[in-house]
Each structure stands twice: as structure tokens, then as C-alpha cells.
């Protein structure tokens, strides 16, 4: 593959926005992640080791991202978790555990086309 410059433009067109922490689809492992602004959009970055690096949408809109960002805050956790775990390994075996910032809300839903209900963490 030849670089150009005008790939080389696009790929520093890109907006770091702030780093986090995501999942390996493949594997589930842990992994750091980027989420950065290209083209009016909100993608996420992560790369695991066995698996490469993944990039995904993660807002259509980044009008509509940095509005929810203004109010995006660390909750209290829950007070009660009632799981017991010898070791906790989110997200594959806690359920709410002490380890979880944001308590249970009436409704937390991403609405995405690309959504085919079989995810094993939101759909058990």
C-alpha cells in the first residue's frame, strides 16, 4: 500500500478525545481504548494483542456526543451489591458488583442498526 498525503492528512484529521477503557469483541479481554473525533463522528480505537486492533462507530453525531459528554459523571456505585464473587472479572462474572461506578438506572439503551440482540453482557 502506498501512503499519500492525502492519507496521511486524513489520519491526522483525527480528534483525540479522551481515553478509556473498553473489551476485546474476540476474547473479552480488557483493554485500554481511544475515542477520537473524524468527519463529524465519535469512533472508539482499541487494540487487543491475540486479535488486532478494532474500530467502531460510537456516535453518529459529535454534536450529539459532546452534549451527553457535558453530562457524563462517575455515579456512587451501589451500595448493596448483594454479588459475591472470589474474584471479580468484569464484565464476565460480576453482574453489579462494588466494582461498577453507576448504579442501575430505569433504562440505559444504545440504539444502533448494527444491534443483532445476541450480545452474551446485555442479552443473558
Known amino acids: 500500500m502506498t501512503i499519500t498525503a492525502e492519507l496521511v492528512e486524513k ?6 478525545i479522551t481515553k478509556t477503557r473498553s473489551i476485546c469483541p474476540e476474547c473479552n479481554a480488557i483493554l485500554p481504548a481511544e475515542i477520537f473525533e473524524d468527519n463529524n463522528k465519535i469512533y472508539i480505537r482499541k487494540n487487543c494483542p491475540k486479535h488486532g486492533e478494532f474500530e467502531e462507530l460510537y456516535f453518529g453525531d459529535a454534536s450529539i456526543y459532546h452534549k451527553f459528554a457535558k453530562w457524563l459523571r462517575d455515579g456512587k456505585g451501589t451500595g448493596n451489591p448483594n454479588v459475591e464473587v472470589p474474584r471479580v472479572a468484569c464484565p464476565a462474572n460480576c453482574g453489579l458488583c462494588s466494582e461498577h461506578l453507576s448504579h442501575t438506572a430505569l ?15 446485555c442479552f443473558f
Not at 489520519?11 to 483525540?16: D, E, G, I, N
Open 11 to 16: 489520519k491526522t484529521a483525527k480528534k483525540l
Open 107 to 121: 433504562a440505559n439503551i444504545v440504539v444502533t442498526n448494527r444491534c443483532d440482540l445476541h450480545c452474551w453482557y
